[in-house]
C-alpha cells in the first residue's frame, strides 16, 4: 500500500462517527506505554545491520518505466520520464535516494516524499525524501482526510507520496517494523547492563585472603600497597598468612551474552533478514547450498515485498499508460559456472536465445552471420 494524495471534498460524517477513535502511534508514545524511537533503535548493531542490508538489496537493483507493446510484450520508455531516471531534485543520486527512502519506512514507519515539481500533465517530475523525525500525522483513519505536518508547520497532503513501513488495518499510514515489539528497548537494556558489568561490577577482580583476623584500616592498606606495587609493575611480595586469588566470573552466567544474542536474533526476523546474514548464529553453520537458499528466501520472503511496493508507489507517479518495474536478476545472481551452464540448457532446449543470454552477461550482441540472415 502506497499513497499518492490528490485534493478531495471535505467530508460529512467521519472515522470517528462510525468506529469510534482509529489506531494512533503517537497517542501510544504521549502515553509513555511505548520506548521505541529509531534514533535508539540505530544505536543497536543488529538493527543497524539488518536495516542496511533491507536498504540496500533494494537501492542495488535497476528499476525503469516500460509500457506494454506488440504481442503483450513489455517496451521499455524512452526517453525515461526524470521522476525515475533522477528522483532527487536537490541532487541526490538514485541508489542513495533509495536508501534514504527504505531507511525511513524501516525505523520511523513511513517514508514520505515531496513533490519538488509536476509535468504538464500532473505528474511529479522528483520527489524528494523529507526528515523522518520532522513529519508528523494526525487523523490518519482511511475515513479521514490525513492532516500532516512538517517541521511543525501544516503541509498539503496533495504534494506528498507516503510510503509505509508496516501496515495497520484501518490506518492511513504506516508504523515502524520494531515499533510495538519491545525488542529495542530490551536491546538497550541489555547494553546497559554489560556496560555497567565490565565498568561497575559488584564482583571484585581479585582477592587477598588473611589467615589472621584484620580490621577495615589494616586491610585497605594492604590492596593500597598491591596496588601501587602493580601500578608501577613491581614484584608484589605478600607477607605470611596472605594469599592471593584472582576473580574470573563470567558475563555469560547471567544470561548476558544469551540475552544479546536471542534479542538480535529476533530483532532480524522482525526486519525480515535471516539472523545468520548479519553474523547471529542460531543453529548449523550455513553451506554454500544453503546461502543461495536463504538469498532466495529473501528474494521471496523480503525483497519482493519491499519491489512490490515500490513498484505500486512509482506507478501511481508516472505518465500513464506507463508502469515501473524493478530488475531482480542480479540479486539472484549465481557463480560462472552454474550461469553458463544454465545458459547452455534454455539454449539448447530453444526458449533462450544467445543474444539473450549475452546480454544477461552484459556483451553485446553476435554479428549477423557473412552472406546470410542474422543468428536465430
Given at each position: 500500500?502506497?499513497?499518492?494524495?490528490?485534493?478531495?471534498?471535505?467530508?460529512?460524517?467521519?472515522?470517528?462517527?462510525?468506529?469510534?477513535?482509529?489506531?494512533?502511534?503517537?497517542?501510544?508514545?504521549?502515553?509513555?506505554?511505548?520506548?521505541?524511537?529509531?534514533?535508539?533503535?540505530?544505536?543497536?548493531?543488529?538493527?543497524?545491520?539488518?536495516?542496511?542490508?533491507?536498504?540496500?538489496?533494494?537501492?542495488?537493483?535497476?528499476?525503469?518505466?516500460?509500457?506494454?507493446?506488440?504481442?503483450?510484450?513489455?517496451?521499455?520508455?524512452?526517453?525515461?520520464?526524470?521522476?525515475?531516471?533522477?528522483?532527487?531534485?536537490?541532487?541526490?543520486?538514485?541508489?542513495a535516494w533509495m536508501k534514504q527512502a527504505q531507511y525511513a519506512r524501516l525505523l520511523w514507519g513511513n517514508a514520505t516524499l515531496v513533490v519538488?515539481?509536476?509535468?504538464?500533465?500532473?505528474?511529479?517530475?522528483?520527489?524528494?525524501?523529507?526528515?523522518?523525525?520532522?513529519?508528523?500525522?494526525?487523523?490518519?483513519?482511511?475515513?479521514?482526510?490525513?492532516?500532516?505536518?512538517?517541521?511543525?508547520?501544516?503541509?498539503?497532503?496533495?504534494?506528498?507520496?507516503?510510503?509505509?513501513?508496516?501496515?495497520?488495518?484501518?490506518?492511513?499510514?504506516?508504523?515502524?517494523?520494531?515499533?510495538?515489539?519491545?525488542?529495542?528497548?530490551?536491546?538497550?537494556?541489555?547494553?546497559?547492563?554489560?556496560?555497567?558489568?565490565?565498568?561497575?561490577?559488584?564482583?571484585?577482580?581479585?582477592?587477598?585472603?588473611?589467615?589472621?583476623?584484620?580490621?577495615?584500616?589494616?586491610?585497605?592498606?594492604?590492596?593500597?600497597?598491591?596496588?601501587?606495587?602493580?601500578?608501577?609493575?613491581?614484584?608484589?611480595?605478600?607477607?605470611?598468612?596472605?594469599?592471593?586469588?584472582?576473580?574470573?566470573?563470567?558475563?555469560?552466567?547471567?544470561?548476558?551474552?544469551?540475552?544479546?544474542?536471542?534479542?538480535?536474533?529476533?530483532?532480524?526476523?522482525?526486519?525480515?533478514?535471516?539472523?545468520?546474514?548479519?553474523?547471529?548464529?542460531?543453529?548449523?553453520?550455513?553451506?554454500?547450498?544453503?546461502?543461495?537458499?536463504?538469498?532466495?528466501?529473501?528474494?521471496?520472503?523480503?525483497?519482493?515485498?519491499?519491489?512490490?511496493?515500490?513498484?505500486?508507489?512509482?506507478?501511481?507517479?508516472?505518465?500513464?499508460?506507463?508502469?515501473?518495474?524493478?530488475?531482480?536478476?542480479?540479486?539472484?545472481?549465481?557463480?560462472?559456472?552454474?550461469?553458463?551452464?544454465?545458459?547452455?540448457?534454455?539454449?539448447?532446449?530453444?526458449?533462450?536465445?544467445?543474444?539473450?543470454?549475452?546480454?544477461?552477461?552484459?556483451?553485446?550482441?553476435?554479428?549477423?552471420?557473412?552472406?546470410?540472415?542474422?543468428?536465430?
Amino acid at each position: 500500500m502506497s499513497l499518492l494524495f490528490r485534493p478531495r471534498e471535505s467530508r460529512s460524517i467521519s472515522y470517528q462517527d462510525i468506529f469510534g477513535r482509529g489506531y494512533d502511534v503517537d497517542a501510544d508514545r504521549r502515553s509513555g506505554s511505548s520506548t521505541y524511537s529509531a534514533n535508539d533503535a540505530l544505536c543497536l548493531s543488529a538493527v543497524a545491520a539488518c536495516v542496511e542490508l533491507r536498504a540496500n538489496y533494494v537501492s542495488q537493483l535497476p528499476f525503469d518505466a516500460y509500457r506494454d507493446g506488440p504481442s503483450g510484450s513489455s517496451v521499455k520508455v524512452s526517453p525515461q520520464p526524470t521522476v525515475i531516471t533522477r528522483p532527487s531534485a536537490r541532487g541526490v543520486t538514485r541508489s542513495a535516494w533509495m536508501k534514504q527512502a527504505q531507511y525511513a519506512r524501516l525505523l520511523w514507519g513511513n517514508a514520505t516524499l515531496v513533490v519538488g515539481s509536476r509535468d504538464g500533465a500532473g505528474y511529479p517530475k522528483s520527489l524528494d525524501v523529507l526528515p523522518p523525525w520532522e513529519v508528523s500525522f494526525s487523523n490518519t483513519s482511511v475515513l479521514e482526510r490525513l492532516q500532516v505536518t512538517v517541521a511543525g508547520q501544516p503541509f498539503d497532503p496533495a504534494d506528498l507520496v507516503i510510503v509505509p513501513g508496516q501496515v495497520r488495518p484501518g490506518c492511513t499510514v504506516g508504523v515502524a517494523p520494531l515499533a510495538a515489539s519491545g525488542l529495542v528497548d530490551l536491546g538497550k537494556r541489555a547494553q546497559e547492563f554489560g556496560r555497567n558489568w565490565f565498568t561497575n561490577g559488584a564482583v571484585p577482580s581479585s582477592i587477598v585472603y588473611s589467615d589472621k583476623e584484620m580490621d577495615s584500616t589494616e586491610a585497605d592498606a594492604i590492596v593500597k600497597t598491591i596496588q601501587s606495587k602493580w601500578r608501577n609493575r613491581k614484584p608484589a611480595v605478600l607477607g605470611s598468612g596472605l594469599r592471593f586469588e584472582k576473580v574470573s566470573v563470567a558475563a555469560n552466567e547471567s544470561q548476558f551474552l544469551e540475552t544479546i544474542r536471542q534479542n538480535q536474533a529476533e530483532i532480524a526476523i522482525v526486519l525480515g533478514i535471516a539472523p545468520e546474514a548479519i553474523g547471529v548464529s542460531v543453529g548449523a553453520s550455513n553451506t554454500y547450498a544453503n546461502r543461495e537458499q536463504n538469498a532466495q528466501q529473501v528474494m521471496l520472503n523480503t525483497v519482493n515485498n519491499d519491489l512490490l511496493l515500490w513498484q505500486e508507489t512509482l506507478f501511481e507517479v508516472v505518465p500513464k499508460p506507463q508502469f515501473v518495474r524493478f530488475s531482480t536478476g542480479g540479486f539472484l545472481r549465481s557463480d560462472l559456472k552454474s550461469r553458463y551452464e544454465s545458459y547452455q540448457i534454455g539454449i539448447t532446449a530453444g526458449f533462450l536465445q544467445q543474444d539473450e543470454a549475452r546480454a544477461w552477461e552484459d556483451l553485446p550482441p553476435l554479428p549477423p552471420t557473412q552472406g546470410g540472415p542474422p543468428d536465430a
